[in-house]
């Protein structure tokens, strides 16, 4: 059985298990080289699913939203995506001084997207814009959703023709990326962004759930108010454009089919954050897989380095919260290469560790009443449901096992050999391990996860 060596603070951390039956490696799917971005952009907006080709939708005197993602400004630019589209719609008669483009980053802010979109693209159109989800002034309500989300977005979108937009297919704590997300969070208020991520109190874990995530179906009701018309989601090695009701969950599919390993759901899961990670919020997405892959009495060994976790108690949590919507306006204002912009991520970071250490009743409180900043409460809403759903045991160099009781763990050491001892003591003889560590650590996808 292979070994694996984390990158710790104090030095490596080695993770050795038995060269026993029962031990499973997670890998990531080797998965075929894709052709080049513009190739297969062009095909997907050439044969789209669920709508006309893209060049055949605008009027000439159409004015044009077009969003990107933070997750898709590089190659709207280096790859020449926008140039693309642009050429499209050039096609159709629609000049790029009608062309509105929008780096639609939600609440994560614009580090260096204007600069990985390109001045030259940003040249072309006649307005380039970086949303922003406080700025009531230039946001325009919808109205509201079925689910009772109240609609604000950016005024620019708002009022265009034809909206368009490129983003990405893939995983997320909330289910997946792409189809309208690129609305909702995308270029929607902060108002709007609170009460949709509100939803993810729900009886199952949001991560990699698509069709049928009541979240989802309040994003996609989003993008219909909106009038988003084409979207085009990039995979890995793959491209899906068209109606986003239609095109979104073929994408989805794909992720399943081809890109995640599958994984039946086991008795002890073993997965690490990447590296030194700082505090436990490095556990994102992480806890959420290990609850899909575990058996609802199975055990969870989190590896977590926590060298600058803050100790606690935490201050009261009012202030907490205050600092939360502090904390992420500021990291949204600052600009990229401004020494503070990392300063106000681990502001948001200290937060949410307080946060994870109060109960989950609590945090359920927190975010029922719309306090604090609503991506960041709703992230540590998800952990720690998550490690209240197994029996999780961390393992850390800078948590103490008080702190970790705290955040809901039900023992901490610092070194995995302890760990796994205790675990293999709580389930027995003829277990199953499913091990998720890196380099090759993989988000899995279960298809009947346990409760």
């Not at 500021?330 to 991520?345: Q, S």
């Not at 096992?401 to 003591?425: C, E, L, S, V, W």
């Amino acid at each position: 059985m292979p070994d694996w060596t984390i990158d710790w603070k104090r030095g490596p951390l080695k993770v050795n298990l038995p060269d026993e039956p029962g031990i499973e490696p997670i890998r990531r799917r080797q998965i075929p080289n894709r052709r080049p971005w513009r190739q297969l952009v062009a095909d997907a907006i050439a044969h789209p699913i669920g709508t006309a080709p893209l060049r055949e939708i605008p009027r000439p005197s159409d004015r044009v939203a077009f969003l990107v993602t933070d997750m898709q400004d590089e190659i709207i630019g280096e790859e020449g995506i926008g140039d693309l589209i642009l050429d499209e719609l050039n096609a159709a008669g629609v000049p790029d001084g009608n062309v509105t483009l929008i780096h639609a980053a939600g609440m994560h802010g614009h580090p260096a997207g204007r600069k990985k979109i390109g001045e030259a693209l940003i040249g072309r159109v006649g307005r380039y814009i970086e949303h922003d989800p406080f700025d009531e002034a230039n946001l325009t309500f919808l109205g509201v959703t079925r689910l009772g989300t109240p609609v604000w977005i950016n005024r620019w979108a708002a009022e265009a023709d034809l909206v368009l937009g490129l983003g990405q297919c893939s995983p997320s704590l909330y289910g997946y990326q792409g189809g309208a997300g690129i609305i909702l969070p995308g270029i929607a208020g902060a108002d709007t962004v609170r009460y949709n991520h509100q939803r993810i109190l729900t009886t199952r874990t949001n991560s990699t759930w698509g069709p049928g995530n009541p979240m989802r179906e309040d994003v996609m009701d989003v993008g219909d108010l909106a009038r988003l018309r084409f979207k085009i989601d990039c995979a890995q090695n793959a491209v899906f454009a068209g109606y986003f009701r239609e095109e979104w969950p073929v994408g989805v599919r794909y992720n399943e089919e081809h890109l995640l390993p599958r994984v039946e759901p086991g008795d002890i899961y073993v997965f690490s954050g990447a590296g030194a990670a700082p505090m436990i919020n490095s556990i994102y997405m992480g806890i959420e897989s290990a609850v899909r892959c575990t058996k609802a009495d199975g055990i969870v060994i989190a590896i977590v380095s926590g060298h600058a976790h803050p100790c606690f108690p935490p201050r009261p949590l009012a202030e907490t919260m205050e600092e939360f919507l502090y904390a992420t306006r500021r990291w949204c204002e600052t600009p990229p290469g401004d020494p503070m912009h990392p300063y106000w991520h681990t502001r948001d970071n200290v937060c949410k560790t307080e946060l994870m250490a109060r109960n989950l009743e609590e945090i359920s409180r927190v975010i029922a009443r719309h306090q604090g900043e609503p991506r960041s409460t709703t992230h540590v809403w998800s952990h720690r449901r998550s490690v209240e759903a197994r029996r999780c045991i961390l393992v850390s160099e800078g948590i103490p096992p008080a702190d970790g009781k705290q955040m809901g763990f039900i023992a901490t050491y610092d070194n995995f050999d302890a760990a796994y001892r205790h675990a293999r003591d709580l389930v027995g003889a003829g277990s199953r391990t499913l091990v998720n560590l890196p380099p090759d650590a993989a988000i899995p996808f279960v298809q009947d996860p346990c409760p």
